[in-house]
């Protein structure tokens, strides 16, 4: 699994009330959510990081 840094993010305050309320609609953290929409969104435009092999060390 790739390692996670960690980063400071400024969102306004009514972006961060909807991400909020969206990702306990889905049973996921604030941080989850934004993940996983970051993850999509890269996987549309097709430029999501190839899966890590043991190779890739």
Do not use: C, H, Y
């Amino acid at each position: 699994m790739a390692k996670k840094k960690a980063f400071a993010l400024r969102l306004n305050e009514d972006m961060l009330k909807a991400l909020e309320k969206w990702a306990a609609d889905e049973f996921r953290s604030t941080n989850g959510q934004i993940e996983w929409i970051l993850m999509k969104s890269l996987k549309e435009a097709k430029r999501a990081p190839r899966p890590r092999t043991n190779d890739d060390d």
